[in-house]
């Protein structure tokens, strides 16, 4: 079901449940209205009753009678009866057989006070009356026709108000449901016009204020994500599939050039050995691509690590790889802070390598360390005097692939900035790098610490 026609049927239910149940209350409270005025006309006529004829003794005459042919106010079906202390009728203006139903009741009705009840279709009081020193009670009842049409009438206008109010009220959901939803029909035609080739469009905001100016803002942000990802998954693809097609290349042309023209076994080695080498290039970026689609996955399980540790690993390691290099380490910390955080341990060591291994690999000078604590990060420092990073290439280091225009003649393939950032945000940390062209580089990364 649509949207528009599910808050079209919600919006009728809830509007006509409301006005069902106001019309209801109307004709509730004005019945409890009609009755309580025919009781009180019913009690102005038996106590007119009681003080003209009780009190002034007109029981066997026809004074009432008379009376009754002026007044005005008389009620349809009106009767008036009268009975003394020993329940005997003394008077009645019909004789009509609820007078003996009145007896028969008295013994059964409270007598000290005003009781209202129902005979039938007409309502009845009991009056008890006390005039010198005898108890009489009266007894009033009559049927309220004209009370009765009013509020027969009133049910035919609330009827009639209630249907017409239902036509309006499905009228009124579905325009205003439209309404509401236009907003939301737009940002679908718009969306529905985006495609893998279009990802530079973007939905209309509204306002920027109401939800669903937050949703489309949301969803500009998705393809603002999405488009960055594209770019990089092209960008990705372009330079793997150039860098694994140069040593493949090289491999095959040099085991050609052997086969048909290399005869002595000295000239075969040799081309095997630059085959050998290209051949370790490709297994090497394979390997890197496939660390980085490990790491990018963002699957791990994180135990508690020391940074520490995981720094002196990778120390040792570049200090295998350049035995001549200096590698001084400063340490910045104290026993009140911990250099423990959540982590993995190999991938921990991993990141450390790849920036220590590049700041050796860019500087022939020495490369300082600094691992500082404060009261609520680890802050590790790596600095180097080498070529740096031109400020162009600075905004594209951390992609997959791309290397600076400053290192020709450096082996490398440009995963290793783009691995150590992916590592660096699997750990909750930051990475932080400055540099500057032929002044060194400074490789900041921060985690947060488990105090």
């Keep these: 079901m649509l949207i528009r026609n599910r808050l079209t049927i919600i919006f009728t239910l809830l509007a006509t449940a409301i006005q069902v149940t106001l019309s209801l209350l109307v004709w509730y409270f004005y019945s409890l209205y009609r009755q309580e005025e025919f009781y009180?006309?019913?009690?102005?006529?038996?106590?007119?009753?009681?003080?003209?004829?009780?009190?002034?003794?007109?029981?066997?005459?026809?004074?009432?009678?008379?009376?009754?042919?002026?007044?005005?106010?008389?009620?349809?079906?009106?009767?008036?009866?009268?009975?003394?202390?020993?329940?005997?009728?003394?008077?009645?203006?019909?004789?009509?057989?609820?007078?003996?139903?009145?007896?028969?009741?008295i013994p059964h009705l409270p007598s000290d006070t005003l009781f209202e009840f129902?005979?039938?279709?007409?309502?009845?009081?009991?009056?008890?009356?006390?005039?010198?020193?005898?108890?009489?009670?009266?007894?009033?009842?009559?049927y309220d026709r004209i009370g009765f049409a009013k509020l027969?009438?009133?049910?035919?206008?609330?009827?009639?108000?209630?249907?017409?109010?239902?036509?309006?009220?499905?009228?009124?959901?579905?325009?205003?449901?439209?309404?509401?939803?236009?907003?939301?029909?737009?940002?679908?035609?718009?969306?529905?016009?985006?495609?893998?080739?279009?990802?530079?469009?973007?939905?209309?905001?509204?306002?920027?204020r109401d939800e669903i100016a937050q949703l489309a803002m949301t969803f500009n942000q998705m393809l603002f994500r999405?488009?960055?990802?594209?770019?990089?998954?092209?960008?990705?693809?372009?330079?793997?599939?150039?860098?694994?097609?140069?040593?493949?290349?090289?491999?095959?042309?040099?085991?050609?050039?052997?086969?048909?023209?290399d005869q002595n076994p000295n000239d075969w080695r040799d081309s095997m050995e630059v085959a050998v080498e290209e051949l370790k290039k490709v297994i090497s970026l394979t390997n890197s691509l496939l660390g980085l689609a490990r790491v990018t996955d963002g699957v791990l399980t994180l135990k508690s690590v020391q940074?520490?540790?995981?720094?002196?690993?990778?120390?040792?390691?570049?200090?295998?790889?350049?035995?001549?290099?200096?590698?001084?380490?400063?340490?910045?910390?104290?026993?009140?802070?911990s250099l423990t955080i959540k982590?993995?341990?190999?991938?921990?060591?991993?990141?450390f390598l790849n920036i220590l291994d590049n700041a050796c690999k860019?500087?022939?000078?020495?490369?300082?360390?600094?691992?500082?604590?404060?009261?609520?990060?680890?802050?590790?420092?790596?600095?180097?005097?080498?070529?740096?990073?031109?400020?162009a290439d600075v905004a594209h280091i951390f992609d997959p692939l791309y290397r600076g225009k400053n290192v020709d003649g450096v082996p490398g393939f440009g995963i290793g900035l783009a691995m150590t950032q992916k590592i660096i945000e699997l750990h909750q940390g930051f990475l932080h790098l400055n540099s500057k062209i032929n002044e060194g580089t400074i490789v900041s990364i921060s985690f947060p610490s488990l105090n």
């Design 152 to 208: 027969g009438t009133l049910q035919q206008i609330l009827l009639l108000a209630n249907m017409l109010g239902f036509s309006l009220i499905v009228l009124a959901g579905w325009y205003f449901s439209g309404r509401v939803l236009k907003p939301i029909s737009q940002i679908v035609e718009e969306v529905e016009q985006i495609t893998a080739k279009d990802l530079h469009k973007r939905v209309h905001e509204g306002n920027r």
């Design 362 to 391: 860019y500087s022939s000078e020495a490369v300082s360390v600094q691992l500082q604590t404060t009261a609520d990060k680890i802050l590790v420092v790596v600095s180097d005097h080498g070529r740096g990073i031109a400020e």
């Design 307 to 337: 940074v520490d540790d995981c720094l002196l690993t990778a120390l040792g390691q570049i200090h295998t790889k350049y035995p001549q290099r200096s590698l001084p380490l400063q340490f910045t910390t104290d026993d009140e802070h």
């Design 226 to 261: 999405l488009e960055d990802a594209f770019v990089s998954q092209r960008s990705f693809v372009a330079h793997a599939s150039h860098e694994l097609r140069t040593p493949l290349t090289n491999t095959l042309g040099t085991l050609e050039t052997s086969l048909r023209y």
């Design 40 to 105: 009180s006309r019913l009690e102005g006529k038996a106590r007119v009753a009681g003080r003209v004829l009780i009190s002034r003794r007109h029981l066997h005459d026809d004074f009432f009678k008379n009376m009754v042919r002026t007044d005005l106010l008389t009620i349809v079906e009106e009767q008036i009866s009268i009975f003394d202390q020993q329940h005997k009728l003394v008077f009645t203006n019909r004789t009509l057989k609820e007078s003996d139903y009145y007896k028969e009741k």
């Design 118 to 142: 129902r005979s039938g279709h007409l309502e009845s009081i009991l009056l008890p009356f006390y005039d010198r020193g005898q108890r009489f009670y009266i007894f009033a009842s009559g």
């Design 343 to 351: 982590g993995n341990a190999t991938l921990l060591t991993t990141a």
